[in-house]
């Protein structure tokens, strides 16, 4: 009886081609094989990592497997393909559970995973490239963040998360302002969103530094020196908000400075001078002028309060002729501050 009996050759593989696991084997069963079978595997679309005369080769890259089989008893040659498919990644959904950060500039935002479908126990989790340990990140801020998911196959699924500002309020108060000594001063603040509503406020004077108001709408008081009030807010979410006005005491408003004088009179207003009073440190220089702006006085770095060092209705040892002159000056206040006035002058004779 002649033997024309064909190998029987049946594939498959030792697991799924997915994602990282790229090292299968491609397992053959040669039924009733002897020692003395051939086997020899190729492929056109497919890689071996391993000899192909073999029964069982490893591949890592998908296509299609060729394995032939020779009975040298017989002459009789089988052979069997085999098309091996990379499977798709199995993280088909992820949810999130997004927040942003509360107020401007905040970082308590956070990105929570509460559900992975399809991946493959254990997964680890990156923010950025950084390997996070809980499926919740916390203590963010405002901006761009990559999450990426790796399951035990090195499948992954990353995704770009933005978190949005925090909201933005703000407390505003008046621009910084001049005021007369003695003055009452009120100040109203304003919220920037119009509806703001706050929890509390506190308004805090400097000098001082100590709370002179709480939770109180506008602040009403009369400022003995310069001064630099605070307000500071807070709403129902913890967002804080802050601004700052400083009131300055105009010094020169309480100041009297004379307007008509008579030379050759031999009277206290015989000669052109600034008095000395409260607050007048120096005056850095006066200069008058006539009707047609010709300098006819000029003294610099003068005291107030001495007649001698004043103008006495002489230019260049001569009279000048009665009528209204402009002076220019620069005094300097005790506080350090300058102000530069400039008023009329009446010479009468």
């Not at 084997?25 to 005369?53: C, H, K, M, P, R």
């Not at 919220?191 to 805090?204: D, G, K, Y």
């Not at 601004?243 to 400075?257: E, W, Y």
């Not at 002076?327 to 206040?333: A, F, G, P």
Request: glycine letters at 8%; proline letters at 7%.
């Amino acid at each position: 009886m002649v033997d024309t009996l064909l190998p029987v050759i049946d594939l498959t593989q030792s697991k799924p081609l997915i994602c990282q696991q790229r090292q299968i084997e491609i397992i053959a069963n040669v039924q009733s094989a002897g020692s003395d079978f051939s086997y020899e595997w190729n492929t056109l679309n497919g890689n071996f990592t391993s000899n192909t005369n073999t029964l069982s080769p490893s591949v890592n890259s998908p296509g299609s497997y060729q394995l032939i089989v020779v009975n040298p008893a017989n002459g009789c040659v089988s052979n069997r393909a085999y098309d091996l498919v990379e499977e798709p990644n199995p993280i088909k959904k992820v949810e999130l559970l997004v927040s942003d950060p509360v107020c401007l500039g905040d970082d308590n935002g956070h990105v929570e995973i509460s559900a992975v479908e399809g991946a493959f126990s254990p997964i680890s989790l990156t923010v950025n490239g950084m390997d996070v340990q809980s499926p919740r990140v916390e203590n963010l801020s405002s901006g761009d963040y990559l999450l990426g998911i790796t399951d035990s196959l090195g499948c992954v699924w990353d995704s770009l998360i933005t978190l949005k500002e925090g909201r933005d309020v703000k407390i505003v108060l008046p621009p910084d302002t001049m005021v007369t000594p003695g003055d009452e001063v009120l100040i109203i603040y304003s919220s920037v969103p119009a509806n703001q509503n706050w929890l509390n406020t506190e308004w805090i004077q400097v000098p001082g530094g100590g709370i002179v108001c709480n939770d109180c709408p506008e602040y009403r008081f009369v400022p003995e020196e310069d001064v630099s009030l605070v307000v500071l807010a807070k709403d129902s979410l913890g967002c804080l908000a802050s601004d700052t006005i400083f009131i300055q005491l105009n010094d020169a408003v309480a100041l009297s400075f004379p307007n008509v004088f008579q030379p050759g009179s031999n009277g206290v207003n015989a000669t052109f001078y600034i008095p000395e009073q409260a607050g007048l440190a120096l005056i850095e220089f006066l200069r008058i002028y006539d009707n047609w702006g010709n300098l006819v006085f000029s003294k610099e770095n003068m005291t107030p309060g001495i007649a001698e060092e004043g103008w006495n209705g002489l230019l260049n040892g001569c009279p000048l002729q009665p009528g209204v002159y402009v002076y220019q000056m620069r005094i300097r206040l005790n506080t350090g501050n300058t102000i530069l006035i400039t008023k009329d002058l009446t010479l009468v004779r």
